[in-house]
């Protein structure tokens, strides 16, 4: 071709591991999506919102649709829709397994759960000044993740 021919291709003519367009014409997703998606998308339209489903595969793929995606609802119900969000964020969404079972809380900081971490296994004298930040960084963050989420939000997640 030559300079000022344009390349025109078909709608669908590259296949990426992500969803390459968004999907907003909810009329033809049967049309641009896999059979066993498609199938998903219609056993799970009882309880939720064809847009919401199509949502989810733009901002993941369509196999994370498949693979995650009642999961990712169940822990949303459990433990609330910004810490689900906050740790596919912070790891991906394939560490959102029974994440639920594995939140420790909402903090204003990784000090703030040290302290209440420690604080809740041992009597700690007042009188004793601990530095919990540090007490996090040599401890604590080895075995536990820290999702921001915010301002002075962090959500905690056993790994």
């Known amino acids: ?3 000022g021919h344009d390349l025109k291709l078909p ?3 590259f296949v990426h591991h992500r969803t390459p367009m ?3 014409l909810t009329a033809n997703y049967q049309e641009v999506l896999k059979s066993e998606t498609v199938e998903l998308i219609e056993d799970l339209l009882d309880d939720h919102d064809l847009e919401d489903l199509l949502k989810f595969i733009d901002e993941h793929s369509e196999d994370d649709f498949v693979s995650y995606f ?3 609802v ?3 119900d459990a433990i609330g829709e910004d810490a689900v969000n906050a740790l596919i964020e912070e790891d991906g969404i394939d560490y959102i397994d029974e ?3 594995r939140y420790r809380g909402c903090y204003e900081s990784t000090a703030d759960f040290a302290e209440e971490y420690y604080t809740g296994l041992y009597d700690i004298p007042g009188d004793i000044v601990v530095d ?3 007490t996090w960084e ?3 963050r080895h075995t536990h993740t820290d999702c921001e989420s915010g301002y002075r939000s962090v959500h905690i997640f056993l790994d």
Do not use: F, V
């Open 138 to 140: 040599t401890n604590l």
């Open 99 to 101: 994440c639920d079972e």
């Open 74 to 76: 169940r822990c949303c």
């Open 11 to 13: 709608y669908n003519s």
């Open 22 to 24: 968004s999907i907003t």
């Open 70 to 72: 009642e999961e990712y």
């Open 1 to 3: 071709m030559g300079p």
């Open 132 to 134: 919990w930040e540090a």
